[in-house]
């Protein structure tokens, strides 16, 4: 089942009979009806995450951790969609029932979002495991999802898997970006004092203090990430500042990246030099891993409302919903 068309026909063949005993002798789906349809497709797709998840960790002998959030298939900047101090209680909720001897692997698909509330479940995370984490990403782990694949011990990509630009956001902008349009203002109002109006425009719709925010926002992610990576994959190197400092060169400068979701496949990560594992190495644990994916996609598709899943193979989870 490592395809999404296969998977969606396992869901349909094992869900029909179920929407089927529920709806026997209906002549109308009342609103109540509707709602035991709904609850069973969702727990249904629910069992299937929880099984395949449990087969991926008959194969690494880890945990795992479900990190997923549907911003891709979202319309409405739902701040939920993104990492956020809110996500704190999916982890708690996920780690009681957990062997912390085995490490974690942390199954993540993220646009990315708050450096401080990234800052406090890497935190947790690696205290809990002793910093044996290694972060699945079988699509796309962005911003800060890149920030949290960098403070593990390796990272497992596919070939269609990307990171992304660390490049901060400081509430909803790019904070290198503020700090290069800023220092243009200033040169080219310098060099030229006519264009001081136009930048004054520009500049005005700053708040107080918003520029240095901003600054700040980018050396505390340069702080965090080259400390992770330096006591976390590459923690047993003797270069290890050097290696940090090439990641960070390239993924934490807006002018290496260019633009904030550019995408960085395996190639490109290992040659920037992280600690990365191609999927395809193992197709076991591959079609496993794509199968998970392709089951969170469907459920994303037949559950309308929800927004993130943080859940883990013992079927603790927490689906957050709204509007997106």
Known sequence: MGNFTDTEKEFNRRCEPIVNRI?????????????????????????????????????????????????????????????NDNDMNGFMNAIPTLDRKKGLDLFLHTPGGGVTATESIVTYLRKIFHGDIRVIVPHMAMSAGTMIACASKEIIMGKESSLGPIDPQYRGVPAQGVEKEFRQAINETVASPNRSLIWKEIISQYRPTFVGECQNVVQLSDSLVTNWLKTGMFKASKNKDDKAKKILDELLNHDASKVHDRHYDYERCKKLGLK?????????????????????????????????????????????????
């Not at 191609?278 to 559950?303: C, G, M, R």
Request: hydrophobic share 40%.
């Open 276 to 324: 990365v594992v191609a999927l395809e190495t193992d197709q076991n644990l591959q079609d496993k891993v794509l199968s998970l994916y392709h089951l969170y996609f469907l459920s994303i598709y037949k559950l309308n409302t929800a927004l993130k899943f943080i859940e883990n193979q013992n079927g603790q989870t927490i689906m957050l919903v709204g509007i997106r």
């Open 23 to 83: 709806l026997q002798g209906a002549y109308a789906i009342s609103p109540q009806l509707q709602n035991r349809v709904n609850q069973a497709i969702q727990d249904e797709l629910a069992k299937m995450r929880f099984e395949k998840m449990q087969e991926i960790c008959k194969v690494t002998d880890r945990n795992l951790i479900c990190y997923v959030s549907a911003w891709l298939q979202s319309t409405q900047q739902n701040p939920e969609l993104s990492i």
